[in-house]
Structures are given as structure tokens and as C-alpha cells.
Antibody
């Protein structure tokens, strides 16, 4: 059964760049029916979608973060990565990676839902 | 951006009794294909979110049939027919019609 595991530094200083990796095990990232997401959850607040990347390299980002975020896939290593520049205390959160699978709605529409999630990694931004 | 609003914020329930969570969207989630692009996720204490319901009413694999999703357009409901102790969690609705994907604020289901 596919599993996702986030990793990266737990503590950053303001203005630094956050780099996280999500490792996919027991499964391949290189299927066109998936896309790969990052979602974060500040303490006591709602889930916030950061963005997604498709296996062909296309990416969509949340406009609130677009100027600072980059996501990429390395399918040879089964890795999904997230880079977030110029972090502030507002970026303190638990960060999750999640796979989105699709279901076909005939004749040709797709709906994606996030069916596999990592356990999350806590990132704290503090001076 | 589509804004998702859930109510109530907290829902104390007695085991064996039903529970109902409301989710409203600022824009219709009804796609031209006739499907509502609304999903429900559940986050149990100390865990990551898990898919519960997709396309408004389709249960994810392994989800008990006591969970039912309904609604269309801008108004949606998640119902638990008979709450069990293991259902203690925060329930989130999420719209998948357009990016950015957005979540509701969550409903904390707790046992009385």
C-alpha cells in the first residue's frame, strides 16, 4: 500500500527558505492519473492547500503563496518537493503531502480527490 | 476564491445518536457534468486527514455506510446515522471545483 512521508527541517528563522521532501513508498509517482499536493495546517486553523504538481511537470499554486512557492517531482527517486521562500511566523504549520487520484465522469471529465496523505511534518519559524 | 463555511464549529453527540454537519460554499459547486465537486475529509486526533466522501455523496473505500453525504449547489450536509466513539474527529468539507482548493473551517465532533 502506497505511503507518503514528509521530511525536512523543523525549525527555520524568518526570511529563510523552507525545503520539504515527500517520499513515496510502495508505489510509483509516474502515473498520469495522479497529481501530488502540499497542504498545511497552522495550529488551530483550517487546512490550507498550497499547490499541486502533475507528473508532466505542470503545477498550480495557491495565489496567496504563488510568489514564494515552487513544487517539483523527481519520479526517479519517488520524491515530491516543496520550496517556500522568505518564510515568516505565519508559515508555521504542519505540512502534509497528499496524492490525488481521479475518477472519470463520463464522457471525459475528471474529479480528483486526495486519497493518500502523509503523516505531516511540523515546521516552526522563529527567530 | 471559493469560501467554504461549516457549522456548527463543535458538535457534542451521544453515542448511538445521529449527527449532522452543514457546509456552504460561496459559489455553486455543481459542475456542468451534473456532479458536485465537494469532498469531505475526517481528521482524527493526532492523525492526518483522510478522505471520507467525494463528489458530494460517494463514500471512499472502506468508509462505513453510517456516513452519508448529500446536497447540491452551495449547500451540503454530512450525516452520521449513529455516532460511535471512533467517530470523534474534526470533519472538513473541501471544494474541488476550482483552484485554489479551499477547505471549510472544520467541525469538531465530540462525545457528550
Amino acid at each position: 500500500q502506497v505511503q507518503l512521508q514528509e521530511s525536512g527541517p523543523g525549525l527555520l528563522k524568518p526570511s529563510q527558505t523552507l525545503s520539504l521532501t515527500c517520499t513515496v513508498s510502495a508505489g510509483s509517482m509516474n502515473r498520469g492519473s495522479y497529481y501530488w499536493n502540499w497542504v498545511r495546517q497552522p495550529a488551530g486553523r483550517r487546512l490550507e492547500w498550497i499547490g499541486r504538481v502533475f507528473t508532466d511537470g505542470r503545477a498550480n499554486y495557491n495565489p496567496s503563496l504563488q510568489s514564494r512557492v515552487t513544487m517539483s517531482l523527481d519520479t526517479s527517486k519517488n520524491h515530491l518537493s516543496l520550496k517556500l521562500t522568505s518564510v515568516t511566523a505565519a508559515d508555521t504549520a504542519v505540512y502534509f503531502c497528499a496524492r490525488a487520484e481521479n475518477v472519470l465522469i463520463p464522457p471525459a471529465d475528471l474529479h480528483y480527490y486526495m486519497d493518500v496523505w502523509g503523516k505531516g511534518t511540523t515546521v516552526t519559524v522563529s527567530s | 476564491e471559493i469560501v467554504m463555511t461549516q457549522s456548527p464549529l463543535s458538535l457534542p453527540v451521544t453515542p448511538g445518536e445521529p449527527a449532522s454537519i452543514s457546509c456552504r460554499s460561496s459559489q455553486s459547486l455543481l459542475h456542468k457534468n451534473g456532479k458536485n465537486y465537494l469532498d469531505w475529509y475526517v481528521q482524527k486526533p493526532g492523525q492526518s486527514p483522510q478522505l471520507l466522501i467525494y463528489l458530494g455523496s460517494s463514500r471512499a473505500s472502506g468508509v462505513p455506510d453510517r456516513f452519508t453525504g448529500s446536497g447540491s449547489g452551495t449547500d451540503f450536509t454530512l450525516k452520521i446515522s449513529r455516532v460511535e466513539a471512533e467517530d470523534v474527529a474534526i470533519y472538513y468539507c473541501m471544494q474541488a471545483l476550482q483552484t485554489p482548493l479551499t477547505f471549510g473551517g472544520g467541525t469538531n465532533v465530540e462525545i457528550k
